[in-house]
């Protein structure tokens, strides 16, 4: 056969495959709507390409309805939500997602070098085989224990992945993608006392279905010889406090430098709950490190508030962190639909949320009309389109000078860190890196001064150093 006639055959083979395939419902919608700027093959043209490993505003599914239904505020791209049909905009976006050809998620390569405005960034992949990882600690420059989302505690030793996991650890309740284990800490005196912290989704139900009460708990523990041993309760919700359905559970844990213990809890889709000082959602908590309440705690001597409430209206911190140089205590905070926040935190404070906020509920209403009110503590800096902001970390690393207390603040969704330059509590700019790898779950400086990014999706630790 010639190379014209194989031509012909495949020709006739490709088209009478098309006629027989049925169109896709999206592809339809596809082509009255989008093609105009995404282009006929979504290769881009006057907007971004739609097949890609690296998506400008969330590379998942829910972001991507969003974008299409909200618009993306600052371009072009309108709210099609007042065209089109909640279902046409589903069916255009399984029609985006199914037409991705590219590999799946595990396994996207991560360069080996990352260029920043500042440096060159050397990657080094740790920890391969670990289960969403979900926060890290340092013992020391080669000992380190992370947190996995999915239930375990594992030691990261001399950049290697233990491979004995720690055994007894209570059991996890996980009826959302956001529950499950999730931050860990240690003592400000972990060396002579052994205590860890950790933070978990949990019920009390044996049936563990999506209609059990459940609450975000805070226990410490000592590991010895790979086991979690000497368990105490330090916070725990009685159970007309606990929540069925529960999502956006908190929750990060972090010792200030006065040795007072936080933890946060989200406000587990109850809004109207973060301004109830007797309902634990919606809040940061401050507790000394045995569980009991600090003397000068603002609601301890207020009828019906849990004494444990440090600061109220705070949908879900996902990130805290303090200065190492001025003390302030910072935290990132997922908004709705937009309205992402970074907030300092400050005693007693009522951050608004859901009486005032930059964001819109998945409805689209707008949850609020407000955007600030008196009594209410307004952001630093918020983002919309939301990034789903996660850890914070400030650079204090000999090895990035150029960085010097610069605030690493990771995305979710938009799998990035941002670097914020921050001038008397204001940020002056910000530079975004690692972009499109992952789903920036925690971010450490080591005791020897390198950056420990914990990545989802891949599940994997990245050092990095500059070059
Ligand atoms: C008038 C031009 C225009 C049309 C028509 C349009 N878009 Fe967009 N779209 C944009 C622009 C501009 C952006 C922002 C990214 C960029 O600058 O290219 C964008 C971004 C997006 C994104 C986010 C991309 C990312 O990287 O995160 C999605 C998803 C998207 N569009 C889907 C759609 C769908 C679905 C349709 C059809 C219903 C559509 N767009 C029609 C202009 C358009």
Not at 143 to 152: D, M
Not at 236 to 252: F, H, V
Request: hydrophobic letters at 35%; proline letters at 7%.
């Amino acid at each position: 056969m010639n190379k014209f006639s194989t031509f012909c055959i495949t020709i006739l083979i490709v088209s009478l495959s098309c006629k027989d395939a049925p169109r896709h419902p999206g592809e339809i919608t596809y082509q009255t709507y989008c093609t105009g700027c995404h282009g006929a093959k979504m290769q881009g043209g006057l907007a971004a390409p739609l097949i890609k490993t690296e998506w400008l505003y969330g590379r998942e599914r829910n972001s991507m309805v969003s974008n299409t239904r909200f618009g993306i505020p600052g371009t072009e791209m309108i709210a099609w939500g007042l065209t089109l049909s909640n279902e046409q905009i589903n069916d255009v976006i399984d029609y985006i997602v199914e037409s991705q050809d590219l590999p799946p998620q595990a396994d996207r390569p991560i360069p080996e070098r990352i260029k920043t405005e500042d440096y060159t960034l050397k990657v080094e992949k740790l920890a391969q085989g670990i289960s969403k990882p979900w926060g890290i600690e340092f013992v020391d420059a080669n000992t380190a224990l992370i947190s996995e989302g999915t239930g375990g505690l594992r030691w990261l030793i001399n950049n290697e992945l233990d491979p004995e996991p720690i055994r007894g650890l209570p059991e996890t309740y996980s009826p959302s993608r956001s529950a499950g284990m999730m931050d860990l800490a240690l003592d400000p005196d972990y060396v002579s006392n052994g205590w860890v912290y950790l933070s978990y989704s949990f019920t009390e139900d044996s049936l563990k279905t999506a209609q059990s009460a459940g609450m975000t708990k805070i226990v410490r523990a000592r590991i010895k010889d790979h086991e979690w041993v000497d368990q105490q309760t330090l916070f725990e919700a009685p159970d007309s406090l606990r929540i069925k359905n529960g999502n956006r559970w908190g929750c990060r844990l972090f010792f200030d430098r006065d040795g007072y213990f936080y933890f946060t809890i989200g406000d587990m889709a109850q809004g109207d709950f973060s301004q109830d000082l007797g309902k634990p959602v919606g809040k940061v908590f401050r507790i000394n490190a045995n569980g009991s309440i600090p003397e000068d705690n603002p609601f301890r001597d207020v009828p019906g508030a849990l004494p444990a409430i440090y600061s109220l209206g705070n949908r879900n911190v996902q990130g805290i962190t303090q200065d190492p140089t001025t003390g302030t205590i910072w935290m990132t905070e997922h908004g709705p639909m937009g309205g992402d926040e970074l907030n300092i935190l400050k005693k007693g404070t009522n951050y608004g949320w859901p009486v005032v906020t930059y964001g819109i509920d998945y409805s689209g209403k707008a949850v609020s009309d407000k955007t600030a009110l008196e009594g209410m503590e307004p952001p630093i800096t918020y983002w919309t389109p939301s990034i789903a902001v996660c850890p914070i970390e400030f650079c204090s690393s000999p090895l990035f000078p150029k960085w010097s207390n610069n605030l690493f603040v990771g995305a979710l969704a938009h799998e990035e860190i941002r670097r914020l330059v921050v001038e008397n509590e204001t940020v002056t700019s910000q530079e975004v890196f690692l972009k499109g790898f992952g789903r920036v779950r925690d971010i450490k400086i080591s005791p020897d001064g390198a950056i420990y990014v914990l990545l989802n999706e891949p599940d994997v630790v990245l050092r990095l150093t500059p070059e």
